[in-house]
């Protein structure tokens, strides 16, 4: 199926469904949904961040700090973890460490959100065509690569402060 006709819960302030759309319906009405957040860490400590495919239907073309995105109608949270390490970065089997999390709103989303980690040093693979590019940052030089450029504004606001907190 297309990803705009893909189902995603409505959820509320509290995290609780209050409907199910169409994706596409979704991003159009900015509403409230779950989306998962994974830190994928080289056991040296580096993490692994990616820049977007331009296909994206969010920020096209910017850099992520998480492997992750939208939990799909009736899933949850864990098992769209799984599901999106596997699709994104073909990465399977793996212990997830759960990190946190909260809501995040601007003026393009609304989420509610999960954060995890995955100590997994490769080599990964880039199917589904949602990433074209790949590298390791200290968490240092992610800093730094944040002030300078279009990093995704969820994935910083919600995992940057817990990884920073260690």
Sequence with gaps: AAAGSELVDVVD???R???TVTRAE???GRLMHRAVFIAVVHPDGRLLVHRR????DIWPGWWDLAVGGVVAAGEA???AARRELAEEVGVVGVDLEPLGGG???DASVALHGRCYRVVHPGPFRFDDGEVVEATWL???E???AIGGGRYLPDSVALLVPLLTAE
């Excluded at 495919?53 to 994206?56: F, I, L, Q, V, Y």
């Design 13 to 15: 302030d509290d995290d």
């Design 17 to 19: 469904v209050v409907g």
């Design 26 to 28: 979704m991003r159009a």
């Design 53 to 56: 495919s331009e296909a994206k």
């Design 77 to 79: 949270y864990d098992s």
């Design 103 to 105: 809501r995040y709103v």
């Design 138 to 140: 200290t968490l240092d």
């Design 142 to 144: 992610l800093l730094v």
